[in-house]
């Protein structure tokens, strides 16, 4: 890239960048004074801003190169991640969403102290930000970085070695990133989280044309048929036992994966936390997951295409989308494309300091100093809080390079050792009413050290994702035999004081019903009915007008109900 073009891009990019911060400036003034002003945008988030933060908040350079790689080196098997969100987000809007806002809790934590005590809120908040310090901040870094790395030649721009730019683009972006969440608040992380998911969906649409048509000889037409009639086996997400996602995944551990990331993960939840009132809420948490539905045409396609243009050669396979966005991507579009990068890294990086600082500071600090202190002190610590943790993540982000398995599998495996022993505690807090505090601090304990040597003392022939299901099972077994051996003398449930409406979205069952079977019909296109058999024949057909059928008999149901 010459001198002109660097310079284009760098102030193509600064625009964009700075038009986002503005209007998230503009939203947002004089709302972070406040506590629930700067930790949940004072309860005022309506549907369109919870649904493009949570998307925006999940998505980020970790799936761009991640997925991706994955899809260029095996198949689509991995998109099992992405679109059995689904079941997930509905788990949240019809069961989860209604509990959390019954009792106005500001963190997850805090909700399960309400149902047993201050120790399973320390031990759950500590696990949170253990969780997120050592393994989803720092990767979240080095993902983003990652692919401003490759994307722009840095270490040719600055004429340093791989290593030093990836610390310095670490540092930059840790810096710059930080500066919403510290200094914004939810609210401000929740607009610009919006405004750059926008441009991550025009860049995710722009960049599988591009590579289709490079691939087709200029002609989108003739790369699909490429990738569908050449190595159409890469087009199928019914991953064997070999592959990175295992088809039988789906109905195990990644069920529960799935339940703890957008049932309970904090940095998730606290925008539905922060919603106008349920129905608002419902709106935005089912919107995530129809918008999640696109990730495999946007984030695995790509990878597909850069193998049947690059062949099986790119070491590491995580240069699949770099790659290819270096190849295809008009120069004029080059500045754009750095400020989406750098706004989905933003999104996701801001969110979790946000959502870490407020852990910190309502479920630890609050509790030791008590309700005196002011909003002023609490929020001021909040920012040195969200201060400390980027600093900390700044070091830790580069170490992610030495990953032998690639980005995607390392995060998955690593975050079993928290995700599975939350989302089992908080299932046992929401439809049990004598288990004892007992009964979750035993589970997290023994989930961490059965968990750590079946990942890496013993290590059974078994997917780790079947692990969490294993494990999840046992420690809802070990909690439910505590509460029939040392039951509550009195029935404990979580605290109902309401803030917001609490009326329900009356189109949410329907759409609910609505977005499995889209699910279903993602998963027939990308099998061996579909796609992957190079050519759609009647049974493909058939498989889909019945999907169709019953999903249109299914939602005709359920809105004359709601019409009665």
Request: hydrophobic share 55%; glycine share 10%; with cysteine.
């Amino acid at each position: 890239m010459g001198s002109n073009g660097l310079s284009f891009t760098l102030l193509s990019a600064l625009f964009f960048m700075a038009l986002v911060a503005w209007v998230s400036y503009q939203k947002t003034r004089g709302e972070a004074d406040t506590r629930d002003g700067y930790f949940l945008a004072g309860r005022g988030l309506t549907g369109w801003f919870i649904a493009g933060s949570m998307l925006l908040t999940n998505l980020s350079a970790e799936q761009l190169i991640g997925l991706n790689g994955s899809s260029y080196a095996f198949n689509m098997s991995s998109m099992a991640w992405e679109v059995t969100v689904a079941f997930a987000t509905i788990i949240l809007a019809l069961l989860f969403l209604p509990r959390y806002l019954a009792g106005a809790f500001s963190t997850l934590p805090e909700f399960l102290r309400s149902r047993f005590d201050d120790d399973v809120r320390r031990l759950t908040a500590l696990l949170f930000l253990v969780g997120y310090g050592l393994v989803t901040i720092p990767s979240v870094l080095y993902s983003g970085s990652l692919a401003v790395l490759r994307i722009f030649d840095v270490p040719s721009m600055l004429n340093v070695d791989d290593s030093t730019s990836l610390w310095i683009t670490v540092a930059i972006v840790a810096m710059v990133g930080g500066v919403y969440a510290i200094f914004g608040g939810l609210k401000a992380v929740a607009v610009s989280d919006t405004l750059n998911g926008i441009g991550l969906l025009i860049i995710g649409a722009i960049v599988p044309v591009l590579g289709l048509a490079k691939l087709g000889g200029g002609s989108v037409a003739a790369g699909f048929a490429t990738i569908t009639s050449t190595h159409a086996e890469k087009l199928n997400a019914i991953g064997g036992a070999d592959d990175p996602t295992p088809f039988g995944t789906v109905f195990t551990g990644m069920i529960f994966a799935n339940l703890f990331y957008w049932g309970t993960n904090q940095y998730v939840i606290q925008r539905t936390l922060g919603a106008k009132n349920l129905a608002e809420g419902q709106k935005g948490v089912l919107l995530s997951g129809y918008l999640k539905l696109l990730i495999p045409f946007m984030m695995m396609i790509p990878g597909v295409i850069a193998f049947h243009l690059y062949g099986p050669g790119l070491d590491p396979i995580d240069l699949a989308f770099p790659q290819l966005v270096r190849d295809v991507l008009p120069g004029y579009l080059s500045g754009f494309l750095l400020a989406v990068l750098l706004g989905a890294v933003f999104s996701s990086f801001n969110s979790l300091l946000n959502s870490a600082a407020t852990l910190f500071c309502l479920d630890l600090y609050l509790p030791l100093k008590g309700s005196a202190v002011s909003d002023e002190r609490l929020i001021k610590v909040a920012k040195r809080a969200g201060i400390l943790i980027a600093l900390f993540s700044i070091v830790l982000a580069p170490l992610f390079q030495y990953a032998p398995e690639g980005l995607w599998q390392i995060i998955r495996i690593f975050t079993g050792f928290y995700n599975i022993p939350v989302i089992a505690v908080v299932v046992i807090g929401l439809f049990t009413t004598r288990v004892p505090p007992l009964g979750p601090k035993l589970a997290v304990l023994f989930h961490v050290v059965a968990y750590g040597l079946l990942q890496f003392v013993i290590k059974p022939d078994l997917h780790f994702v079947h692990i969490y299901g294993i494990l999840f099972v046992v420690e809802v077994l070990l909690m439910l035999a505590i509460g029939r051996i040392l039951p509550l003398s009195e029935p404990r449930v979580a605290s109902h004081r309401p803030q917001v409406d609490l009326s329900p979205w009356p189109l949410a069952p329907a759409a609910s019903v609505n977005l499995l079977a889209f699910v279903a019909l993602i998963y027939l296109v990308f099998s061996p009915l579909g796609l992957a058999s190079g050519s759609l024949g009647l049974p493909f057909w058939a498989a889909t007008a019945s999907i169709l059928a019953l999903d249109s008999m299914a939602c005709s149901w359920l809105l004359r109900r709601v019409a009665r």
